[in-house]
């Protein structure tokens, strides 16, 4: 059988070019004892993409040219050869940009970074790879494992209008705070604040001093700052944190083009507040809470449910434009999370 | 009753000139009923008494051109119209830089900020301005109970042979910990390895790639970094810590002489690894844990008595010579803690 799939071709020099990848076919391997085929659904595209195309170390083994890309896949189990895994069933696994993908039954474990999960029927599929998938899995263990979220806390999150911001604005609401979010432009604020209840909305492309514009919407201080960004947001967080706050180092996309170019990358000159205001600031990964998925997954779909978590999805039809698609994450013209539709 | 006191006579501008200061006769108050009549026997000299001398808004409230300056003082109780204060109690508290000092007898109190604590008949009164006082214990707090410094952590300090610092790596390797010190100068180092047993010493002074050394240093990363000095050696720290780090911030010597010049503050470059190392970075003031000293008190005083803990205090004679030896914390030609002996 063959498939079509994404390869490096060469490694990203900061900002995306978008020849990195080349788009070619090849053969599927036969299924061995113990193997599964896993046809991809949706791939979704993740900041970190970036990160994982540059010729860099980061979090997970580096990528060498020719390899297919790597990427995170809601897929469907098309052949089984292992005991563990039945046609039809859906797993999420960075199984790649590529069609189809096999793999080792038994590593399809949350260790190994694969969740296998089961749909509720009332809910459609999509909404898996936004508020009930990876997303939303790092937007709760963001605000409330880490960042411990209370009723009554002044929250603040950037990149708000992004994937994982605005389930994170939305599951801070859940639970009883007051939520402001960043987000770029006219557009996506009146979206937060109209159609998914948030508090507040800074439009960081209509002001020049975003210290101030946080002053002005937190007199009190920030209790707990939920930060997908990094850079000169995270700076000016810091200065209008609350004593005692707690900023949870989701992502830093602001910072991502400069990956490996430490001359580029921008400086946290406030760091030194750290102790005078006895702040806590800290980074996590979701890969290290795949296993504990069982814990949350079912508050999120009674969330769902409710209509007290929506998602938004900018789905783009075919494997093939998913390069394409690619740098408009970082360009913030597009809404919510955005997916490659592949089905 | 007249005395001598340093009041403020104008506010520090980043390095300090010598003249921020002015030493006045004034006449101390009579006691009304409630009062305390202290006597300052020993005054610290700290960091942030550069942030005190600035104006730009900190921790505590801003201090007034005229004020006496704010200081740590370990002093006795020379009357007292107070029935909860004896004639020769002892006590750390904020009285300034003078040689008595008149509060009410209701204020001495951890809320306050003041300590009262009756020394080890077999430890001199010395030990309680470092090893045993506010100094000990931030660098109990910062390693142990914000740190929580284990058996067999990999821990660097820098800072190491300040004040703090000497306390935090004696406590770390009282903890089982192995400890790698960052300091200024050969001697330094030898006397932080050959006198108080640290594990090794990274000579600032004479390495040109901080990162590079720590990474020489911590082959397997940094499972705790200890701070008191923040600007370029953060981000090299940040560098070499290990997957799920701990950084304890205490101070950031190296950024104090830039408070309230923004431009001039060093901008932290690798906070983006929070995230993808899964890094804690929390900050903390000992003010908030003086209710609690009674806790570790005992702990400090049976190391110090076993030899496991012991001190450098570098003390200047004189109240009438502490502005003059104020620059001494930040250029580092002194060792462990600097104090003016007032007895």
């Keep these: 059988m063959q498939q079509h799939a994404w390869i490096i ?16 076919e090849r053969s599927v391997p036969d299924l061995q004892p113990g193997d599964v ?87 459609p599929l999509e909404a898996y790879v936004s508020a009930l998938g990876p997303t939303g899995w790092s937007a709760y263990v963001g605000m409330r494992l880490v960042g411990e979220v209370g009723e009554g ?11 994982t911001g605005l389930q994170a604005c939305q599951i801070a609401k859940a639970c009883g705070a007051r939520v402001v979010g960043v987000a770029g432009g006219e557009k996506k604020c009146a979206m937060l604040q109209q159609e998914l209840g948030i508090d507040g ?22 209790d707990l ?4 960004v990094g850079g000169p947001m995270l700076d000016a967080a810091l200065e209008n944190m609350a004593l005692r706050g707690r900023i949870v180092i989701s992502g830093s996309i602001s910072q991502y083009q400069s990956h490996g170019d430490r001359e580029k990358l921008y400086g946290v000159r406030n760091t030194f507040m750290l102790a005078s205001k006895r702040l806590r600031m800290e980074g996590f990964l979701i890969l290290d809470y795949l296993d504990r998925t069982g814990e949350f997954m079912p508050q999120l779909e009674s969330w769902l449910l409710s209509g007290a978590l929506r998602y938004r999805n900018t789905l783009v039809q075919g494997l093939e434009n998913a390069q394409a698609a690619l740098p408009r994450l970082f360009s913030g013209d597009h809404l919510g999370k955005l997916v490659i539709d592949c089905r």
């Design 9 to 24: 071709n060469h490694f990203a020099q900061g900002r995306l070019e978008g020849t990195e990848l080349e788009w070619v």
């Design 37 to 123: 085929l896993i046809r991809t659904l949706m791939l979704t595209l993740d900041p970190s993409n970036l990160l994982w195309l540059s010729e860099e170390p980061d979090y997970l083994p580096q990528l060498e040219i020719g390899d297919v890309m790597r990427g995170l896949v809601l897929g469907r189990v098309e052949q089984s050869r292992h005991p563990g895994h039945k046609v039809g069933d859906l797993v999420f696994a960075l199984l790649g940009w590529q069609q189809y993908a096999v793999v080792r039954g038994e590593a399809l474990t949350p260790v190994e970074g694969a969740v296998s999960f089961h749909p509720h029927p009332d809910i």
């Design 225 to 228: 700052y939920f930060d997908n």
């Design 153 to 163: 806390d002044a929250v603040l999150v950037s990149g708000a209008a992004g994937a």
């Design 201 to 222: 909305c800074i439009d960081y492309k209509a002001t020049d001093d975003l210290s101030a514009a946080m002053a002005r919407a937190f007199p009190d201080g920030i």
